[in-house]
């Protein structure tokens, strides 16, 4: 494969992490999850030991010799899941703006929000006072609500390209694309298939009335899903899941 740029390894624990992110239900017995690690390279036992260390983490729960994600990763998964098919509305030009109202916060509590709100796919203008155009469908969770008040407003000046980097998701979304075409074994396609659930979770999902021309989101999602039937067919006979 030329792009070798959109390819990075495995560690045991992501190789654990992107194939139950990638399952539904998010369950898989060990000997599965050892097989995809046999994909690169990665022995049993390393395996198992990343197993019982994102149990004691609180990643994983155990049940017989079955693996699944706990809550806040299956949170995690759904946000993936979503932004594979976003949920929008026809786009009014309104914008949502969140402005942070908490007092004094942990740094536990401030990361955890932080986190919260790039979920939402709202940008930081400044400290305390996050964006974005109103034209997304998605709950708010309790943490930010019970931090922000919530403000509806139009911006005066285009402010997408000071809250968004568009011009490199664009160029990585096409690198990806590319690197779809030229997925030629089932461990580079794992890899490659991570890769662009990853950069999905990362695109703003702005309405199309603020995107470049020729913006690659919609036409890197269906690829990507022609991609996805094959290679989740392939991987589910590899690891022995009917």
């Not at 390279?41 to 019982?52: K, P, Q, W, Y």
């Not at 049940?63 to 949170?75: I, M």
């Not at 075409?181 to 991570?194: M, N």
Request: with cysteine; glycine share 6%.
């Amino acid at each position: 494969m030329r792009h070798q740029s959109v390819m990075r390894p495995l560690t045991a624990r992501s190789a654990v992490l992107s194939t139950l992110l990638g399952a539904h239900p998010p369950r898989l017995p060990a000997r599965s999850l050892v097989r995809v690690g046999e994909l690169f390279g990665i022995a049993e036992g390393t395996i198992r030991v990343a197993l019982s260390r994102m149990v004691a983490a609180g990643d994983l729960t155990q049940t017989g010799g079955d693996y699944q994600l706990t809550r806040r990763l299956r949170e995690r998964q759904a946000r993936q899941d979503q932004s594979r098919s976003p949920s929008t509305v026809p786009w009014s030009g309104e914008w949502e703006i969140a402005v942070v109202t908490a007092a004094r916060r942990s740094a536990a509590e401030r990361l955890a929000f932080r986190a919260a709100m790039t979920g939402l796919r709202l940008a930081e203008l400044r400290e305390g006072t996050w964006l974005r155009p109103a034209n997304l469908v998605r709950e708010r969770p309790a943490p930010v609500v019970e931090q922000c008040t919530f403000l509806t407003g139009r911006p005066e000046s285009d402010l997408t390209g000071t809250l968004w980097d568009l011009p490199g998701w664009a160029a990585r979304a096409r690198e990806l694309e590319t690197a779809l075409d030229e997925a030629t074994d089932l461990a580079s396609a794992f890899i490659l298939a991570a890769a662009v659930l990853r950069h999905f979770l990362a695109d703003p999902l702005l309405p199309p009335e603020l995107l470049p021309a020729d913006w690659p989101g919609t036409r890197l999602r269906t690829r990507y899903e022609d991609f996805d039937t094959h290679f989740v067919a392939t991987l589910r006979k590899h690891i022995g899941v009917d």
